[in-house]
């Protein structure tokens, strides 16, 4: 976040997709043995990416509430096993996860992020932890070949980038949505919309 300044502008999509694939490309080259060091790269370009879309839609990076909101999109861009059509709806997920960002920001606000014994932050972390860990096992599962890991890594890391773009970009739309017209509203026209596709995909 320090890297990016916190006034309207223009997310720059594609240099983190450039950024993101070269990451993995270089990873993936070396193999598995590579993923401890290449994997907190990677999830950082994909993080300033979410931050990047975030303020190119209004939010407030100040805002310990806006920061954490940027570190949700992993929880609701993967899902579980355990996850299934009726609990994997956006609102549902971010419903779970609202509490969890609600508490760690008044917790920043509070005290600080370094504050030892902060039990906010480590159930946020804990329950993005589960659903990011998804996209984790199959990363390192496509860099557990050398010869196609610079292939693999690079292809992986795009689609993951993308993937998360696309979430950032509709999540965060959806709450400059709700700034402006109000929760109620904008979750009414997202399930009338969700219900007409799946009306639509019945046929």
């Known amino acids: 976040m320090a890297t990016i300044r916190n006034e309207p502008q ?10 993101a694939v070269t990451s993995g490309a270089a990873g993936g080259a070396f193999g598995l043995s590579s993923l401890p060091l290449e994997l907190p790269v990677s999830t950082i370009i994909m993080l300033r990416s979410i931050v990047d879309i975030a303020r190119s839609e209004g939010e407030n990076l100040a805002d310990p509430e806006s920061a954490l909101s940027c570190i ?3 929880g609701l861009g993967g899902r579980t096993e355990a996850d299934n059509d009726a609990k994997a709806g956006y609102f549902v997920v971010r419903g779970v996860l609202a509490r969890s960002v609600s508490e760690a920001a008044r917790f920043i606000a509070e005290r600080g992020v370094l504050e030892e014994g902060a039990p906010v932050l480590v ?3 804990a329950q993005i ?5 998804v996209v984790v096992t199959q990363k390192a599962a496509a860099q557990a070949v050398p010869i196609i890991g610079a292939l693999g890594g690079a292809a992986v890391n795009y689609a993951f980038v993308e993937h998360f773009q696309t979430v950032a970009r509709g ?3 959806v709450r400059r949505l ?4 109000g929760e109620d509203p904008v ?4 399930e009338r919309l969700a219900g007409e596709a799946q ?3 019945d046929w």
């Open 178 to 181: 709700e700034r402006r017209y």
């Open 187 to 190: 979750r009414a026209e997202y």
């Open 199 to 201: 009306s639509s995909s």
């Open 129 to 133: 932890g589960a659903r990011f860990g």
């Open 10 to 19: 223009n997310s720059s999509l594609l240099l983190h997709k450039m950024l």
């Open 72 to 74: 949700e999109v992993f």
């Open 171 to 173: 999540h965060f739309t």
């Open 123 to 125: 159930r946020l972390v």
